[in-house]
């Protein structure tokens, strides 16, 4: 039958949308298995969210490189290898094709960057007689913004955009964009994006779900995971530190402090929510180009059981960062699809598993967070 749901990338020839798009393309072409794909869990996969192979993936992107030149040089980094780059070129062509060059700040005024991103959405949904489009921010993140009253409440924003203003920062515009356009919107990175109040009001009023953000992928996951397991013991964490070391695009984004702020502070987020106090210990990102796509955590725990007696864990995580987004971006774009098809609108707490600031309410412990999604996908999945 052909794909029938778009996955419209914001940054697609970044390198988590490439990996994802040579993950998909290589999975629906049988050159690789599924691994790392929650939506097919079996717990997940009840849900029925349409098939890696159903996605058709096109996007937005301010580069010139080619999709086929993203993955060579990603192939060069050994994210994975330069055969299966070959053996999916003229695929990888295709999609290329499928890109449109993105909007910047400062490029005109927003409200006719807005309608060109909504064409281009427009198009791609025409021109493939797609059922429905998902958005997926990977894009570079961005600073934090102090709020306004036009990014507070959407009928202020939509009177300062016909005015002519440029209130949006450039996730936000993407996602304002998009949900005029009909399409859920995912937020991959710790940016503004739907967050803001104007645009969670403006999801509500188009009946559209959203998810974010921030992906979780590395040392937060395992902080999620680990730091349950001192609450449930009851051993007292007196401080929790951590050191990232980080190459490539992102590393090179967060190595500017401010925009490292906003995914600092994501990152930090968890902690206290789980262990039910303050902890102490200072959280770094360090920017180390000779790392390439790869990303390095070490982190010192130090806790105290009965009678006060200190105790510590350290911890080294080292993992290519791309790698571990490429399958939760296609999951989120599958599963945000399901949530459009089963008439869910606003924030989608349940798919808080898969992020550091998770929207819509929950915990940010893994397990809980892991039994709200299959709770979800088993509700949803009843509804034809």
């Not at 980094?77 to 999916?88: K, T």
């Not at 200072?282 to 010192?300: F, N, Q, R, S």
Request: hydrophobic share 45%.
């Amino acid at each position: 039958m052909g794909a029938r749901t778009g996955l419209w990338f914001i940054g697609a020839r970044g390198s988590v949308a490439t990996t994802a798009t040579v993950g998909a393309l290589a999975v629906t072409a049988g050159l690789a298995q599924r691994v790392g794909c929650v939506a097919d869990h079996p717990e997940v996969a009840v849900a029925r969210p349409p098939g890696i192979e159903d996605l058709l993936i096109g996007g937005h992107d301010v580069v010139a490189d080619s999709l086929p030149k993203r993955a060579e040089a990603l192939a060069g980094g050994g994210v994975f290898g330069i055969d299966l780059v070959r053996a999916l070129h003229d695929a990888l062509s295709q999609a290329d094709g499928r890109i449109r060059h993105g909007v910047t700040v400062g490029e005109g005024n927003q409200r006719d960057a807005i309608e060109q991103v909504s064409r281009d959405l427009a198009g791609f949904r025409a021109a493939h007689a797609l059922d429905q489009v998902v958005v997926v921010d990977v894009s570079t993140t961005e600073p934090p913004i102090e709020l306004t009253p036009a990014l507070s409440d959407v009928d202020e924003l939509d009177r300062a955009l016909a005015a002519g203003e440029s209130p949006l920062p450039l996730s936000s515009l993407y996602a304002y964009a998009a949900l005029r356009s009909g399409c859920p919107f995912v937020a991959f990175t710790p940016s503004p994006g739907p967050r803001l109040p104007a645009l969670a009001q403006l999801a509500e009023r188009m009946g559209l779900p959203w998810a974010g953000s921030d992906g979780k992928t590395g040392e937060t996951l395992i902080k999620s995971a680990l730091a349950p397991m001192f609450a449930t013991r009851a051993l007292r964490v007196r401080s929790w530190s951590s050191h990232n070391l980080l190459g490539g695009g992102d590393g090179r984004a967060l190595a500017d402090p401010v925009t490292a702020a906003s995914k600092t502070q994501s990152k930090g987020l968890g902690l206290e929510s789980i262990l039910g106090h303050p902890v102490d210990g200072p959280l770094h990102i360090d920017y180390v180009p000779d790392l390439g796509e790869w990303k390095t955590a070490w982190d010192m725990v130090s806790f105290e059981g009965l009678l006060g007696t200190r105790m510590s864990m350290q911890f080294t995580w080292q993992g290519c960062d791309s790698a571990l987004a490429a399958p939760l971006v296609l999951d989120l774009a599958r599963l945000a699809a399901r949530a459009q098809q089963a008439g869910e609108a606003g924030p989608l707490g349940a798919l808080g598993f898969f992020f550091k600031d998770p929207a819509g309410g929950g915990g940010h412990d893994l397990g809980g967070q892991w039994r709200a999604l299959t709770d979800w996908c088993a509700r949803i999945g009843g509804d034809r």
